[in-house]
């Protein structure tokens, strides 16, 4: 199982940015999947919004700006960021593994991509 996310960049507060995370090894329909962001100076990842067969799940610092969206075809996980503040700065890790939960924690997830900058700034 591996995980790749693409799609950060700069944008500015209020602004929207779409990151995708493209699996490879297994389908999506069996992967539990999260997202993490790292802010400057810190090793802790924090949880951003995490997909399973429990359900979606999102942090209240993101909840009704950050949603989700699958395409099974390409086997990637969107996450959809909207009305963007720059304490959204950071970097955005994709973390998948097997399983059937919606999991929360960093430690987990088995597989991680390489992360991805996101900079909300004017």
């Not at 389908?27 to 979606?56: M, N, Y």
């Not at 950050?66 to 994709?94: H, Q, R, W």
């Not at 991680?112 to 900079?119: I, K, L, N």
Request: glycine residues 14%; hydrophobic residues 35%.
């Amino acid at each position: 199982l591996e995980v790749a996310e693409s799609g950060g960049g700069l944008v500015q507060p209020g602004g929207s940015l779409k990151l995708s995370c493209q699996a490879s090894g297994v389908t999506l329909e069996h992967l539990s999947i999260g997202w993490f962001r790292q802010v400057p100076g810190k090793e802790h990842k924090e949880l951003v919004c995490a997909a399973g067969k429990d359900g979606p799940f999102c942090g209240e610092s993101v909840k009704g700006r950050f949603t989700m969206s699958s395409d099974t075809a390409k086997n990637t996980l969107t996450l959809e960021m909207s009305s963007l503040i720059p304490a959204d700065t950071g970097v955005y890790f994709c973390a998948a593994r097997v399983g059937t939960g919606t999991f929360r924690y960093a430690d987990e997830y088995r597989s991680w991509g390489q992360g991805t900058q996101v900079t909300v700034s004017s």
